[in-house]
């Protein structure tokens, strides 16, 4: 770890290693673009975890360039307040306080702005749709100096590097690519004039804040859309951009067509882009940094000693653990808390409108959840070493109880164990690592292979018991069902029987379903996938599902919606829609993913006649995924 952790400059910055957290959307911004506690303690946490850098998130430097009312912004002075308080927190926990700042372009939704958003043609956001306001040169000149005006205020405010947001599809970046700039004027028609807006931008910047104030530039270095930006072609751009004045890099890839590329799932390799900074790194003179699911401080570190990057970018890995860099500078890797790139975070930010964490129960809301010693300690026993068991016997453990906790299997992590089969979900295997060490770690007493009954409680005699016995599988009840044909993910995942299968029907294309048909599709299975719902994967996070059904597709998995299974044959499955159309699908295996029921636990009533504090956690309560789990896990382990 000696490189990841050697000190590095840019320009008059000083940076004590090599680990930046680069600019990620938080939705702790309140409407009017104001910083809340939340904000603040947000930001403070991730600087005092060890990084040489935090680059806060994208703020808009005008107000028709945001993309949310939540984004934070720097268009005018009354937001100098609150990014002088910032910067100031980041800098006394010993980080180098920088800022990104932004224009959003043609992905700005009307309802945000209640107008059409600008763009540098005709052409829509992809994501988005609708119309947009091809910017004429007035209003492009206009932009200019709003970047201008934005950078003078970061500086004010006391941060020390300043960084152009020209990646992700946004507006910088719709200038950048043929993908999106079918422009016939001195800012389009090839490499030169598309990337005029960015030196103007560049240029701009630097005679305002001078040519010795650090500035950097994040790319999308591949778009994988044609027309759009490759390698080669960001080289060139770079080239002209670090003769405007930029002294670093940031490489990224994607953009609004491909997502996965901004916010890589568990699907994607770790490090993905780190060959492609290496390319950039070798053609020119600056500094460069990159990103792209780096979540472990080995591959960070790999990144460094093999010259590939200056500095390695850290985001969602200082979500999962905001002491990740401290940590692993101690040698203390098992307490880290390791990203598994489910998206959960992204997810959150769209469907609820705030940023959750499967991992981290806590980020979004760092002092409510803060653990604190009990006031007095209490005989804990925990039933069931899943992930929410396991994270409730943690966090009490933590406080200072005394926690006992039963398995009736022989091994920790309950339904977690069934992902870390497939290959694209490895990952599951470092959070389960990490609840395991940290129960070992706070003494929590393990008793694995005993299922436990009224008896063993009694025998415990707890203060409080804590029931986190999970799910089983739900079967549908419909002719044929017991044959030997039918089984289960479960079954499926836990022994080796499935490279046996030849032809297989999924029964349910929810999450596991398609993953289980992924996982048999790649092992050579002509597998078919039944839903009832018109489209499967509905619940998946979305950029996961776009990879999952990408990758469905090109193993030539079957996939029929509309129907349900109405019977089990001898040689297969009969199903059926609301029309009562039935169609018979051949198989050696029919396997059910049509959800799980709660464990029926006889001795809850019980254990309250007996006076025993009880709480109930997880799919016990109602099936649910493992965020819901871990997260009732840290609730009930504060509360006790």
Not at 161 to 172: K, N, Q, R, S, W
Not at 305 to 318: E, F, H, T
Not at 354 to 369: A, D, F, H, Q, T
Not at 535 to 550: P, Y
């Amino acid at each position: 770890m000696k490189k990841l952790f050697s000190p590095f400059d840019i320009k008059n910055c000083h940076l004590k290693n090599r680990i930046v957290m680069p600019g990620l959307a938080s939705f702790l911004i309140e409407n009017d673009g104001s910083y809340s506690d939340k904000t603040i303690e947000h930001y403070r946490l991730r600087a005092a975890g060890g990084p040489a850098m935090i680059i806060m998130e994208a703020h808009g430097v005008a107000p028709e360039g945001i993309v949310s009312n939540h984004q934070a912004r720097i268009y005018d002075d009354r937001f100098i307040k609150d990014l002088s308080k910032a910067a100031d927190v980041i800098k006394k926990e010993g980080s180098v306080p920088a800022i990104q700042i932004h224009h959003a372009g043609r992905q700005v939704p009307f309802r945000v702005i209640n107008k059409k958003p600008f763009a540098p043609s005709t052409l829509p956001c992809p994501a988005i749709k609708g119309d947009v306001e091809p910017l004429d040169v007035k209003g492009i000149k206009k932009i200019v100096r709003q970047f201008g005006d934005a950078a003078e205020r970061a500086v004010k405010a006391g941060f020390e590097l300043i960084e152009v947001h020209g990646a992700h599809g946004y507006l910088i970046n719709q200038f950048l690519s043929g993908f999106s700039n079918i422009r016939q004027d001195e800012y389009g028609r090839n490499t030169s004039g598309r990337t005029r807006f960015a030196r103007e931008i560049i240029a701009e910047i630097r005679d305002r804040i001078g040519p010795n104030f650090p500035l950097s530039f994040k790319i999308s270095a591949q778009e994988f859309v044609p027309g759009g930006l490759t390698t080669e072609e960001s080289i060139e751009i770079l080239k002209e951009l670090v003769k405007e004045g930029i002294d670093v890099v940031q490489v990224s890839a994607g953009n609004d067509a491909t997502p996965e590329w901004i916010c890589q799932p568990m699907f994607m390799e770790q490090a993905c882009l780190a060959d492609s900074a290496a390319k950039i790194k070798a053609a020119i003179d600056i500094p460069v940094m990159v990103v792209g699911r780096i979540n472990d401080p080995f591959i960070a570190d790999d990144i460094i000693n093999g010259g590939k990057a200056d500095i390695v970018c850290m985001g969602r890995g200082l979500l999962a653990d905001p002491e990740l860099p401290r940590k692993a500078q101690s040698g203390n890797y098992e307490d880290i808390r390791t990203c598994i790139a489910c998206n959960t975070c992204m997810q959150s930010i769209f469907r609820k409108g705030r940023i959750e964490c499967l991992v981290n129960p806590s980020l979004g809301r760092e002092k409510e959840m803060e653990i604190h010693p009990a006031g007095r300690p209490k005989k804990v026993m925990v039933i069931g070493g899943g992930p929410g068991g396991l994270n409730a016997a943690r966090v009490a453990a933590v406080r200072g109880h005394h926690v006992s906790l039963y398995e009736k299997h022989f091994s920790l992590g309950g339904q977690l164990l069934l992902a870390t089969v497939s290959p694209h979900k490895m990952g599951m295997v470092s959070l389960i690592n990490f609840l395991t060490n940290q129960i070992k770690k706070y003494n929590v007493d393990c008793h694995l292979g005993i299922d436990a009954d009224i008896e063993t409680i009694k025998d415990n005699s707890p203060d409080v018991l804590i029931i986190a016995t999970g799910s089983v599988p739900f079967i549908p009840d419909v002719p044929g069902i017991d044959s030997k044909l039918v089984c289960t993910a479960r079954e499926i995942f836990n022994n080796g029987s499935r490279l046996e299968i030849k032809k297989a029907v999924i029964v349910g294309g929810g999450a596991t379903g398609c993953e289980v048909a992924l996982d048999l599709s790649e092992k050579g299975c002509d597998v078919t996938i039944v839903e009832q719902l018109p489209k499967v994967g509905i619940q998946m996070e979305a950029i996961t599902r776009k990879m999952v059904s990408s990758l469905l597709r090109k193993n030539k998995v079957k996939i029929i919606t509309g129907f349900r299974l109405s019977k089990v044959t001898e040689t297969g499955a009969e199903i059926e829609n609301e029309n009562e159309e039935r169609l018979s699908l051949d198989a050696d295996r029919i396997v059910i993913t049509v959800g799980n029921r709660p464990v029926d636990n006889n001795f809850i009533n019980q254990t309250k006649d007996m006076g025993i504090e009880t709480h109930l956690i997880g799919d016990c309560v109602e099936a649910r995924s493992a965020k819901e789990a871990i997260l009732e896990g840290a609730l009930i382990g504060r509360m006790i």
